[in-house]
């Protein structure tokens, strides 16, 4: 959570319309979401533009409360059965240590049996069993469990060791992290001028951690050009990569392009051929690298899992493949409620085919870069196993940690708690 005080009062219009507000949106938000697989965050945006007349409160009010709801939703839903209101006053209390005034008022339109304190100074363990005692006296209560906020086949596809501390991750909002592209310090500098903690990352030097409920184009409005919004687990993609000053790489799955503006800038004299099966996101990435003056970029429209590949090879290719996207989770709640097992399963067979489409185009004595920010074992060691097994003219090859320095086989696993952020699975491979 940010720095600013809460608790100061608001006129009685106002929280009456955050809970109407709440209460109007919350039920066709939940539907579209848990039933139809809808993303939160977008149908939030797409109502925001229909409400223009909506305040900057209003928008903090509505988003932290709906992530709150799904956060928390496999306690507070699905097991207690509260109502929309409901689960989202107790998840904000869960996420809180300082309960919104709007809140508070939200509370007197609640009939739960106890009065809501703020929990986020607890443990998740801690906060479960508080809860538990809470509740305790509810007809045919069941005492709720830490897996209960996942889904229950998600322990099939991980590493059952890291059970626990990833559900446990999951409930901690991360920082927001940016890549400076001038002298760090500089925008610390900015960040503390504006009352806002900027913290960069002891080994990379040009991460900054800020809290996430920053809008960070408004803080360093003047400074636009200067830093690139990327989580601390992707910026590791780039310098894992490591790419010549003079290089030439491919990045086939370029998205909105934040790995490619990454390598861009690892290359100064290099080139870099961005591609995507999504011409939106193509022209987002034009309009970033036209806003921080990068120039060797250039963008085509590619199907990297049924186009034939290029003739043309590179000295290095990215594969930053379409995931389940597990790793994110932490930023965004919603999305373990839309995940299943067959997803995980359906995403390791269109990974291998990309991987198998990108090993055409790397130059002898060239590198092939898998990233998937997830964590599931048949997206990561799994598929990079079954490719080698198949192509034995590549092989792994170690590298340093970029985060810690620590030696690896070839491939890295960060974990949500690792960064903190995302979770990223990296594998580095060598063409012989």
């Not at 869960?94 to 939200?106: K, R």
């Not at 304190?117 to 906060?127: F, H, I, K, N, R």
């Not at 990108?358 to 964590?375: D, E, M, Q, S």
């Amino acid at each position: 959570m940010n720095n600013e005080t809460r608790t100061t009062p608001l006129p009685d219009k106002v929280v009456r319309r955050h809970a109407e507000l709440l209460e109007e949106l919350l039920p066709e938000f939940s539907r579209l979401v848990i039933e139809e697989g809808r993303p939160a965050d977008a149908l939030l945006y797409r109502f925001l533009r229909t409400r223009r007349e909506l305040g900057s409160r209003d928008r903090r009010f509505l988003s932290q409360a709906i992530f709150s709801y799904f956060r928390w939703y496999g306690w507070t839903v699905a097991r207690l059965k509260l109502s929309g209101s409901e689960a989202c006053l107790l998840g904000t209390a869960l996420d809180s240590t300082e309960l919104p005034y709007s809140f508070s008022y939200l509370e007197t339109r609640c009939k739960l049996p106890f009065k809501v304190e703020p929990l986020a100074q607890l443990s998740t363990e801690q906060q479960c069993a508080k809860l538990n005692e809470l509740f305790a006296g509810r007809e045919d209560f069941q005492p709720l469990e830490l897996s209960d906020l996942v889904l229950p086949e998600f322990g099939t596809v991980i590493d059952p060791e890291q059970e626990s501390d990833l559900i446990k991750s999951f409930q901690q909002r991360p920082p927001a992290w940016i890549r400076s592209r001038v002298e760090a310090n500089n925008l610390v500098g900015v960040l503390k001028e504006k009352n806002v903690v900027g913290e960069i990352h002891p080994v990379l030097s040009a991460a900054i951690a800020v809290d996430a409920g920053i809008s960070l184009q408004n803080v360093l409005q003047a400074q636009s050009g200067q830093f690139v919004v990327q989580d601390l687990a992707s910026q590791c993609v780039g310098l894992i990569a490591d790419p010549q000053p003079d290089g030439d790489w491919w990045d086939c799955c370029a998205g909105a392009g934040g790995k490619s503006m990454h390598l861009a800038d690892l290359m100064p004299e290099g080139k870099v051929l961005s591609t995507d099966v999504r011409i939106d996101a193509l022209k987002e990435l034009k309009k970033r690298a036209r806003k921080y003056g990068i120039k060797p970029i250039r963008t085509q429209l590619f199907n990297a899992v049924n186009d034939e590949p290029f003739t043309k090879t590179f000295d290095g290719v990215l594969v930053d493949a379409p995931c389940s996207g597990w790793g994110t989770w932490s930023r965004n709640p919603d999305a373990r409620w839309r995940a299943s097992r067959r997803d995980v399963i359906q995403c390791a067979t269109r990974q291998l085919k990309i991987l198998n489409t990108a090993k055409w185009c790397v130059k002898p004595g060239g590198l092939l870069i898998y990233a998937v920010c997830t964590f599931t074992r048949p997206e990561t060691e799994e598929v990079v196993q079954a490719f080698l097994e198949q192509h034995t003219d590549f092989q792994l090859e170690p590298f340093a940690n970029p985060m810690t320095g620590a030696p690896t086989d070839g491939q890295l696993q960060i974990w949500p708690w690792d960064a903190p952020g995302d979770g990223m699975f990296i594998a580095r491979l060598r063409r012989s």
